[in-house]
């Protein structure tokens, strides 16, 4: 399917996420350990998005190939530093497009948005969801894909008030009503807190002092990483961190 990750805490060079450690995501790519039956490699495109300073908007870098085929993105990840980062390297669900625009994160203001899993019966299944966004959201899609239709219904959920869990949960149990069989993990950040949910695929934690990463897979080896019960919800910020069953959310 995907691999992906968040990062919250004292900032950090993006290599330290996307190439430094012995399991990055960038290894993940091409040597993911935990598929479950999703594909086999995540060489579909890839995006990392950034919060340079307190209060602004996400920085984005998006490409429609292999993480490791970028000239620029080894020294610019080197060279970047940021406290809250999210990331995905993207496996395409066979019949859907490969662009820069389908890869994540998608972004909104200060949101950033990733989808690991995929949405079964695509695209009948969700259609009557489809049907209650607005025509300009269908009409401004990032891709004719799931993640980005996913997406917007997050994104319509907070438009309307709902807290980051509780947009994620409100989607994930709408579309599993319609599709019961999708793989739905989603990873959510404004640059202070962190919302995640386990439904389909594994998510891994490590939560050290100040700080917190989320991930497909852990990047290390550290025994401190910790897996994210199935079927759960997380909200987390830098210090504190919530696990809640989906069906109880």
Known sequence: MCRHLAY???PVPLSGLLFDPPHALCRQAWAPRDMRGGGTVNVDGFG???YPGAGGEPVRY?????????PSLLALAAATASGAILAAVRSATVGMPVTEGAAAPF?????????NGKVTGWPDSVAKLAER???????????????????ALVRDRLRT????GDALAGT???VHATAPESRLNLLLTDGERVAATTWGHALSLLDGPGSLTVSSEPLTDDPAWTEMPPRHLLVATRSTLDLTPLEAA
């Open 8 to 10: 919250l805490g004292p």
């Open 172 to 174: 994930v149990r709408a």
């Open 48 to 50: 990392v998005g950034w």
């Open 62 to 70: 998006r490409r429609a190939t292999p993480i490791w085929s970028d």
């Open 161 to 164: 008030g709902a807290d980051p």
């Open 133 to 151: 966004l607005p025509v300009r959201d269908l009409l401004t899609l990032d891709a004719p894909t799931d993640s980005a239709l996913l997406w």
């Open 107 to 115: 972004a909104a203001g200060r949101w950033l948005f990733s989808h």
